[in-house]
C-alpha cells in the first residue's frame, strides 16, 4: 500500500520561500508521475504541478517561474520549492502518485501572512 507524507507548510510572509517535502513509502516516486495540488478554504482542489517517470516537469500558470518540482530518488522524495509566495498562494499542499488508483498524501497547510 502507498502512503505519501507531506511535510514543510507554515507561515510565511509575502515574497517568502517554503520548500514542501512528499515522502513516499510502499512505491517509488520514480515508477509513476507525481503531481503537486492545492485547496484553498472555499475552493476546488487544483493542480499546482507535475512531474513525470521521466523527470520531465509541468507548471499551473499561476505558479509557473516561482515554484519548482524535483525528485530525490535516493530518498524516495518530491519536493516543491516556493518562491516569490503570494497571499493567493495559501492552501492546504498536497501530493500524489498516478498508481492505480492514485494515492494521496494528507496536505500540509501552507498560509502566507502580512
Known amino acids: 500500500q502507498v502512503q505519501l507524507v507531506e511535510s514543510g507548510g507554515g507561515l510565511v510572509q509575502p515574497g517568502g520561500s517554503l520548500r514542501l517535502s512528499c515522502v513516499a513509502s510502499?512505491?517509488?516516486?520514480?515508477?509513476?508521475?507525481m503531481g503537486w495540488y492545492r485547496q484553498a478554504p472555499g475552493k476546488q482542489r487544483e493542480i499546482v504541478g507535475t512531474?513525470?517517470?521521466?523527470?520531465?516537469?509541468w507548471y499551473a500558470d499561476s505558479v509557473k517561474g516561482r515554484f519548482t518540482i524535483s525528485r530525490d530518488n535516493a530518498k524516495n522524495t518530491v519536493n516543491l520549492q516556493m518562491n516569490s509566495l503570494k497571499f493567493e498562494d495559501t492552501a492546504v499542499y498536497y501530493c500524489?502518485?498516478?498508481?492505480?488508483?492514485?494515492?494521496w498524501g494528507q496536505g500540509t497547510q501552507v498560509s502566507v501572512l502580512a
Open positions: 512531474i513525470s517517470s521521466t523527470g520531465t516537469t
Open positions: 510502499g512505491s517509488s516516486v520514480s515508477t509513476y508521475g
Open positions: 500524489a502518485q498516478y498508481s492505480r488508483p492514485w494515492s
